[in-house]
């Protein structure tokens, strides 16, 4: 059983900066890939970044480029997604996946407010 924890989030003000964590169970090397989705009240979860075991390549969305930044530990077991010049629309519950061979796993989201 694969099990990945979500911490970090929280309400923040426009502007301010938010540290998520995604701790994972299990191997590294038994996946290919790490990141994190959002998903907006009302609205369809979107991928927001990912970072690739294997060779390290990261992804951003468009509208976390030059504002998020993605980074795996991997003596920890854990994913970190970086959060910079937070905007409202930012707002939602960010939810760690951990894609493996055949097999997607979630955690069970973390909150992220970006409210004055």
């Known amino acids: 059983q694969v099990h990945l924890v979500e911490s970090g989030g929280g309400l923040v003000q426009p502007g301010g900066s938010l540290r998520l964590s995604c701790a994972y169970s299990?191997?590294?090397?038994?996946?290919?890939?790490i990141g994190w989705y959002r998903q907006a009240p009302g609205k369809e979860r979107e991928g927001v970044s990912c970072i690739s075991f294997i060779d390290g390549t990261t992804y951003y969305a468009d509208f976390a480029k030059g504002r998020f930044t993605i980074s795996r530990d991997n003596a920890k077991n854990t994913v970190y997604l970086q959060m910079n010049s937070l905007k409202p629309e930012d707002t939602a519950v960010y939810y760690c996946?951990?894609?493996?061979?055949?097999?997607?796993?979630w955690g069970q989201g973390t909150q992220v407010t970006v409210s004055s």
């Open positions: 996946n951990l894609k493996g061979s055949g097999a997607d796993y």
């Open positions: 299990g191997r590294s090397s038994d996946y290919y890939a």
